[in-house]
């Protein structure tokens, strides 16, 4: 399912390139944003390249979807958010910067201001494993 293409996303799905896991299975892939909005930012795709929502095919948007509401779940409990936001952005116009589909699963606080994407600095590697780590246990007792 996956191709062979030069996509920043398919080579994490292939394990060509590192990336802090909190779900994996055959068919999709969750994984913390290097850019975070908050601690927990997680990411979901699924690992066959579809560059948008418009490419992917229903049944696989909807399992993705199934994937994106579990860890949804799991991150709210582990960062203890009050709120998540599930963002999927398409083109250029919309802030896609990569052109794979993937799904944003965002803790948010109450009050909090959303940022720009260029306000965004990246995170510690450390961090992202040890959130990953918090995250992965709710995703599995669920």
Not at 5 to 17: I, M, S, W
């Amino acid at each position: 399912m996956m191709t062979n293409q030069p996509c920043e996303f398919c080579k994490l799905a292939r394990k060509e390139d590192d990336a802090s896991i909190v779900f994996e299975d055959e068919r999709t892939m969750a994984f913390m944003d290097i850019r975070p909005v908050n601690d927990g930012h997680t990411l979901v795709i699924p690992k066959a390249h579809y560059e948008n929502i418009y490419d992917i095919p229903d049944d696989e948007v909807a399992y993705l979807y199934k994937i994106v509401k579990r860890v949804a779940a799991a991150v709210k409990k582990a960062v203890k958010a009050e709120g998540i936001s599930i963002a999927q952005h398409n083109g250029r116009a919309a802030l896609q910067r990569i052109f794979h589909m993937h799904v944003h699963v965002i803790p948010r606080y109450e009050g909090q201001k959303f940022p720009r994407p260029d306000e965004l600095s990246f995170a510690k590697k450390e961090r992202l494993e040890e959130t990953a780590t918090k995250i992965r246990r709710y995703l599995t007792s669920s």
